[in-house]
T-cell receptor, first 115, second 114 residues
């Protein structure tokens, strides 16, 4: 059975600092992995996805994530935080080629940005 | 291109009342689903559909019904509302059932049952 764990329900960084949001997965096969962002009172928006191509994935708004099979991780990073990055971020995992109904979402990490 | 449209955005129900949450997409997506979002629990799948006329249950289907008579619409019905159904509900769609492209989400319906 697959699962996803997001370490830290709340992360706070200063504007201009590195953003690191952690995601670890458990899966019997290399999965598809996603990061979604949710701004207040909005739905989730796809930031980036890993589907077995390049292990370093670049997404929107300057975010990127690296798939590390040996560490079963897919951490999200951004070199320099901006106030507009304040949101909740969800990591999600699904077995490749499986139905979309099999996707599992993490419990979310709320990112706060200090001026 | 509107994407995924959910109505209403907010709703307050009394215990025992019924209502339908509407979801429509204009992207000709094959796959549609309903999730509920509760604090600290991420998103949990209620029901999903792989095409018109085909629906199936997700992780937390009890108390909810769905139907998919057209590709565009996927309404969620609460049969007899309970306080435990207070949540934020999201409809999502994908152009393929295997989700290689990721989901497109609606902006949500915030439901309170009193």
């Amino acid at each position: 059975a697959q699962s996803v764990t997001q370490l830290g329900s709340h992360v706070s960084v200063s504007e201009g600092a590195l953003v690191l949001l952690r995601c670890n997965y458990s899966s019997s096969v290399p999965p598809y992995l996603f990061w979604y962002v949710q701004y207040p009172n909005q739905g989730l928006q796809l930031l980036l996805k890993y589907t077995s191509a390049a292990t370093l994935v670049k997404g929107i708004n300057g975010f990127e994530a690296e798939f590390k099979k040996s560490e079963t991780s897919f951490h999200l990073t951004k070199p320099s935080a901006h106030m507009s990055d304040a949101a909740e971020y969800f990591c999600a995992v699904t077995p490749p080629g499986s139905s979309a109904s099999k996707i599992i979402f993490g419990s979310g990490t709320r990112l706060s940005i200090r001026p | 291109n509107a994407g995924v449209t959910q109505t209403p955005k907010f709703q307050v129900l009394k215990t025992g009342q019924s209502m339908t949450l509407q979801c429509a997409q204009d992207m000709n997506h094959e796959y549609m689903s309903w999730y509920r979002q509760d604090p600290g629990m991420g998103l949990r799948l209620i029901h999903y559909s792989v095409g018109a006329g085909i629906t199936d249950q997700g992780e937390v289907p009890n108390g909810y019904n769905v139907s998919r008579s057209t590709t565009e619409d996927f309404p969620l019905r609460l049969l007899s509302a309970a306080p435990s159904q207070t949540s934020v509900y999201f409809c999502a769609s994908s152009y393929e059932r295997r989700l290689g492209g990721g989901y497109t989400f609606g902006s949500g319906t915030r439901l309170t049952v009193v």
